[in-house]
């Protein structure tokens, strides 16, 4: 027997069976996204392995240990993308749209990052993220925000709760990082490994350490809010306001740090308390240095990115995932001439009522079999296609969710006779 090809680990399916609640949450986004003004942006999966590395930091974890990377026929080292602003970023500059114009993009689609699987954690991950490009003020975060918190209303999602904070500009986090280098020497004894190991690079990340044994120590650390220059504070105290005149509640973390380099003053996290240690399910921030970064003229830019595998097991939680669309239609048909006309009359069904849902029965089974498969679909009616009833130019309906005969009608009135059955509520 030919052995099975195995999915790769961490690398998940989406089965019919739970697309609904996906599209239920993309439809949604969608929705609001427009509303607000966003436009959507269609970027690759595979860029050059230094835009990531510039606009990532290259002593993060995501670019040291996680990505998927590789060197083409070409000898180009190229990466997967573990994350889309880089690439919209990138698409931005490269195809000229900057020159003085204010942005508001979002795109969707999948992620890699190679991190051990867990509930919540995949190699390839889907993303709705959602990017701000050209408004330097406090208004644009709050209004972000509060995108955030409408789309979880919507969805009817209540088990999350807003945490922010301000990460200063480069210069104040510089002096910060001086004396969070200095406090944590004084401890470096008690540092586990991965702390240590970014003391150097990026002593910032140990605040985010989710090491037991690290929370003493990371809780006597000095606060970033205690360092940030004028700027920043006004900003962020604005931000705050803002959030609490539009009824947006929030806490201040002063450890919330966000795991990627080009963060500036504002960063956010979504959190929940339902999906165990993967607790993150929208994150963002402002990055006012990135687009100078990687070549652009200098461009003041916020955004987020929403993992699509935890908004959906919320929502699965939440009893919020939409039941199956049924048919409103299964076709019957019984006989040779039916069976080579059921295709016909269907399709004709189709072009007469394009709102409903019509199913036909395909690859033959007696009368029997099909009613037997038309009750599994959950179709409201049945209609039989019967070589005798074609002979007499007729065909037959059946209500399939009410005690009721079935009767005939002639082929030239049943689109009208259908709507008139799903119209009034027979069932």
Partial sequence: ???????????????PSEIGVWQYLESSAREILAAYGYEEIRVPIVEHTDLFKRAIGEFTDVVEKEMYTFTDQGGDSLTLRPEATAGIVRAVISNGLLRGSRLKLWCAGPMFRHERPQKGRYRQFNQIDVEAIGFAGPDVDAELIALTARLWKKLGIERVRLQINSLGTPESRRVYREHLVNYFRQHESRLDADSRRRLESNPLRILDSKNPEMREIVAGAPLLTEHLDPESRAH?????????????????????????????????????????????????????????????????AIGFAMGVERVVELLVQAGRAPARQAPDVYVVVSGELATKQGVVLTERLRDALPH??????????????????????????????????????MVALKPLREESGQSECPIAEVASRIEAMLADGRR
């Fill in 1 to 15: 027997m030919t052995k099975q090809i195995q999915p790769i680990r961490g690398m998940n399916d989406v089965l």
């Fill in 236 to 300: 962020f105290d604005t931000l705050c306001v803002m959030l609490r005149d539009v009824g947006v509640e929030f806490e201040v973390n002063p450890r919330l740090v966000r795991g990627l380099d080009y963060y500036t003053r504002t960063v956010f996290e979504w959190i929940t308390d339902a999906l165990g240690a993967q607790d993150a399910v929208c994150s963002g921030g402002r990055y006012d240095g990135l687009i100078a970064q990687l070549g652009g003229e200098p461009t003041p």
């Fill in 356 to 393: 409903r849902r019509i199913e036909l029965n395909l690859g033959g089974g007696n009368f029997k079999t099909q009613f037997r498969r038309a009750d599994r679909s959950g179709a409201r009616l049945a209609l039989i296609i019967g070589d005798d009833e074609l002979g007499r130019g």
